[in-house]
């Protein structure tokens, strides 16, 4: 049998069980998230647990001694349980799809991670079911492709959203999901608030609490709406609002632009909540730092210019993007995102970023 070290957890693979290592960094985000939330006595439901590496890893490293793993495959389950024990924990293992499990269970849980195959939409609602008032909910996806535009029809069909396929597609298919999320909750009279939400590698991840009320299930969804794009010059606009349209005509170039949406418009993180994240940060993982401190620093505003597209509009050689940063900063705030190594997010207008990185072409 397979074995792994991550983290404070000794992990067992079984045969036909899914298990895998290049997540250890989201596993390690996760951990983070919940010691800076301070829910060492909150109740965990690990809904899609496989080996049991997430639920064990937040027993012993933030200190949720409560919980519910759950797992529809039976050899997870057996796998799960022996890693449990394995690792001293007394965390309860149930061999049950999370449909199952919510439409019978009248217990409520403060943390629910949902971190299936694919896509997490057949799995949300039952996820809320299980929330309690002012829950954390972690949601991982993985159909990116879909949630990117290069499948649109399965976007349109499964979240209810056109995607935009472009620089954008990351940070739009985050919001895409955040939308649908937020479209759920609100079913259950839940709003929510998003405290991190990343796209990284082949996934999306979204953690974010719920907010109970009915007016906050209704401004959650009033902070969606629709986004545009030029394919020309690379403006974009946003609106939010389902039932207004943002103008079709670009403002900057005058051609006709793209919608896409509805998704989320508000914002993606808690700031003090990374910050004490990365101050929670010790030793090793250098890619967990590197990624938060991304996250840490970018502008909480929808959407960023991509410099590379700037100068192809131009029609002007390359540029490096701290020379635009440094052009924009006099009278703009400006900063590098996650969402695109080439990209920068600020509060100038789209005809100030072209006017800044013509001046960097220049220098
Ligand atoms: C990507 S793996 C989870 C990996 C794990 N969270 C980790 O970090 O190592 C997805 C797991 O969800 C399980 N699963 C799929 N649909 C499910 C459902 N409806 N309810 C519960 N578990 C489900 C699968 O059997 C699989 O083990
Ligand atoms: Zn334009």
Known sequence: MEQATEGAARIRISEGVFYNPKMRKLRSISVLFLRALGMRDARLLDATAATGARGIRYALEAGIRDGVL???NPAACRNAKANVRLNG???RVLGKSLQEFAGASKEAFDVVDL????????????ALKVCKRHAVLM??????????GAEAAACLRNYGSVPIHNELCHEAGVRILLYFVAREAAQFGFGIEPLLSIADMHYMRLFLRLEQGAEKAHESVRRSGFGAYCSNCHNFAYEAGIERRVDAKCGYCGKRMQFFGPLWLGGLHDKRLLGRMLRLRDGGDGDVRELLERVHGELDTPFFYSVPKATSYLGVGSVSQA?????????HRATRTHFDDDG????????????????ASEE
């Open 70 to 72: 759950l797992d529809i």
């Open 89 to 91: 924990l007394r965390l």
């Open 115 to 126: 971190d299936p195959f694919g896509t997490p939409v057949p799995l949300v609602h039952d």
């Open 139 to 148: 949601v991982t996806a993985t159909d990116t492709a879909t949630l990117c």
């Open 323 to 331: 020379r635009v940063l440094a052009a924009l900063s006099s009278g």
């Open 344 to 359: 920068i997010k600020t509060d100038a207008g789209t005809g100030a970023v072209i006017e800044a990185v013509r001046r």
